[in-house]
């Protein structure tokens, strides 16, 4: 069964910069697309974007576009979440977890693919 381990969060000021990583065990990331996902308090989880196994695409939400970089290290079997820009909107709980993934990119819309998450990492953005 696999796992996912997110790491990273903190208390960041508005305008900051921060960096989560997934640690992934039991499989490895050569054949699963990876998608990042956050649950702000009172809210659903929303997805945020994700990494393809298979050219290393990757896909965002518009909320989080051009300030949120996804990248992977497939020998670490860990992919990071670069947050940089952050505001207020982006304090949430986040985790990690595999999504669909595929020829035309990964796709995170649809949720979990195999319903693994890890314990999630906490973002606060406050001054």
């Known amino acids: 069964q696999g796992q996912l381990e997110e790491s990273g969060g903190g208390l960041v000021q508005p305008g900051g910069s921060l960096r989560l990583s997934c640690v992934v065990s039991?499989?490895?990331?050569?054949?699963?697309?990876i998608g990042w996902f956050r649950q702000a308090p009172g809210k659903e989880r929303e997805g945020v974007g994700c990494?393809?196994?298979?050219?290393?695409?990757?896909r965002y939400a518009e909320s989080v576009k051009g300030r949120f970089t996804i990248s992977g290290d497939n020998a670490k079997n860990t992919v990071y979440l670069q947050m940089d820009t952050l505001n207020a909107d982006d304090t949430a709980v986040y985790y990690c977890?595999?999504?669909?993934?595929?020829?035309?990119?990964?796709?995170?819309?649809?949720?979990?693919?195999?319903?693994?998450w890890g314990q999630g990492t906490q973002v606060t953005v406050s001054s």
């Open positions: 977890t595999t999504v669909v993934d595929g020829t035309l990119g990964c796709d995170y819309a649809l949720g979990s693919l195999h319903g693994y």
């Open positions: 990494i393809s196994s298979v050219d290393g695409r990757t």
């Open positions: 039991g499989f490895t990331l050569d054949y699963y697309g």
